[in-house]
């Protein structure tokens, strides 16, 4: 009887691990697996990181350097307000209330950010980096008392993006008011990030992360043809921790945070983040927003605007814009989870994701179990790590290999600072 059950499964088994095999080797000899590149550096007061596979012929990682570097360069020659000769300077430096010609790239930002600020209520201002300074944020002083309600009265005479008119056909800005000044810090390096994708997409490549200072465009997969595993930071204000890992493909990714860059003063917190509507730091409660969109200079920009907003009128904005948002709100000592209707189940996929992985695993000892069962030999231990390796690690914003393990020592959020 015995004989006759192995003589029954054997044909079945081998028939079962030929297929397996040639399912292998005709993915190694027919599709060659491209190669990973990685590249480094820093720009706009920050790092970026870039990922991406490509045939070993195709866009070499010196030429993506060459011409990635020379991309950021410009947009610091256009956008920067640390260099006093870039376009957005002279634009701020400039008194005249006539028509200005400018850049197509610094028009387009401009553009952006005004639509955004609108749809935003005002949230998002672009003219608002003169209160900034104010409260001590910029690069010159820290108070020691808050300022006085006449001097934010004053300041805010001469702050609002309704105070700019942008002409499309030259194109060319207006300022309503000769002391209007422009900061593009929580919207460039989202474009910048853009142009670097757009750059990718031009060479023909169909695989890649860009990360800049945690402004992210992801397109295709990662090393293990899953999608891109991108880690968000816990809200602490000391030490780093890992919150959750989002799985993206073809989508772009930006969270904003108010945790790392404030003062204290008489035992009350203010943050960097000031709201344009009063002048004064956010107080309501949120910590984080991560936002997906479909470009990282809309992520970047909306992150910014709904966390000012708060949780409870972003969450109506996200709604009526259709964005996909995530907000850590402190709710009396507690960190609690708010999403938009468009944001993915990012829970249930991860775990249909590690059901996979586990039954594929599983499935492949059993096979080489048996085998080692017909043909009188040990069977074959399996080994931990495995769903590491199956694409269950991160990509960005996260050190080690496993997402269920890290601390996260690189954060995805961004503090929105000048360059």
């Known amino acids: 009887m015995k004989t006759a059950r192995h003589g029954f499964l054997r044909?079945?088994?081998?028939?079962?691990?030929?297929?397996?095999?040639?399912?292998?080797?005709?993915?190694?000899?027919?599709?060659p697996s491209p190669t990973l590149s990685q590249l480094h550096g820093y720009t706009m007061g920050t790092q970026y990181s870039i990922k991406y596979r490509h045939p070993e012929a195709l866009f070499s990682p010196e030429q993506a350097q060459k011409q990635i570097d020379s991309i950021l360069d410009t947009i610091n020659r256009t956008m920067s307000t640390y260099d006093q000769e870039s376009e957005l300077s002279r634009l701020n430096q400039a008194t005249s209330t006539d028509w200005i010609p400018i850049s197509d790239a610094l028009f387009t930002v401009l553009q952006a950010a005004l639509t955004i600020g609108e749809q935003s209520a005002g949230r998002f201002d672009i003219t608002v980096g003169p209160l900034v300074n104010l409260w001590g944020f910029g690069p010159e002083f820290q108070p020691e008392e808050i300022p006085a309600a006449d001097a934010i009265a004053a300041i805010r005479q001469r702050t609002g993006q309704a105070m700019l008119e942008l002409d499309q056909e030259i194109p060319a800005v207006r300022k309503a008011h000769p002391d209007i000044y422009?900061?593009?810090?929580?919207?460039?390096?989202?474009?910048?990030?853009?142009?670097?994708?757009?750059?990718?997409?031009?060479?023909?490549?169909?695989?890649?992360?860009?990360d800049i200072g945690g402004e992210i465009h992801t397109r295709g997969t990662n090393a293990q043809?899953?999608?891109?595993?991108?880690?968000?930071?816990?809200?602490?204000?000391?030490?780093?921790?890992?919150?959750?890992?989002?799985?993206?493909?073809?989508?772009?990714?930006?969270?904003?945070?108010?945790?790392?860059?404030?003062?204290?003063?008489?035992?009350?917190?203010?943050?960097?983040?000031?709201?344009?509507?009063?002048?004064?730091?956010?107080?309501?409660?949120?910590?984080s927003v991560t936002v997906l969109a479909e470009s990282s200079m809309l992520a970047d920009a909306w992150a910014t605007a709904l966390l000012v907003s708060g949780h409870e009128r972003g969450l109506r904005i996200a709604e009526q814009q259709g964005l996909a948002v995530l907000y850590l709100v402190n709710q009396n000592g507690t960190l609690k989870e708010y999403t938009s209707s468009h944001f993915p189940d990012t829970h249930h996929s991860r775990f249909s994701q590690i059901f996979l992985a586990t039954f594929l695993v599983m499935g492949l000892a059993l096979i080489a179990m048996a085998i080692g069962v017909l043909n009188g030999r040990q069977p074959i231990a399996g080994s931990c790590g495995g769903l590491?390796?199956?694409?269950?690690?991160?990509?960005?914003?996260?050190?080690?290999?496993?997402?269920?393990?890290?601390?996260?020592?690189q954060r995805a959020a961004k503090l929105d600072n000048k360059f």
């Open 11 to 31: 044909p079945i088994l081998i028939g079962m691990v030929a297929l397996l095999v040639i399912a292998l080797l005709a993915r190694a000899f027919l599709s």
């Open 182 to 210: 422009i900061d593009l810090s929580a919207i460039a390096k989202g474009y910048a990030v853009d142009q670097i994708a757009a750059l990718f997409d031009s060479q023909g490549i169909d695989h890649y992360l860009v």
């Open 225 to 287: 043809n899953n999608s891109w595993q991108v880690g968000i930071e816990k809200p602490l204000q000391h030490g780093r921790s890992l919150h959750r890992v989002l799985p993206l493909k073809n989508t772009a990714l930006a969270t904003s945070g108010d945790y790392r860059n404030f003062f204290e003063l008489d035992g009350r917190r203010y943050s960097h983040l000031i709201d344009p509507t009063t002048g004064w730091p956010v107080e309501n409660g949120a910590t």
């Open 388 to 409: 590491g390796r199956l694409g269950l690690g991160c990509d960005a914003g996260c050190s080690r290999p496993c997402a269920s393990r890290h601390t996260g020592t």
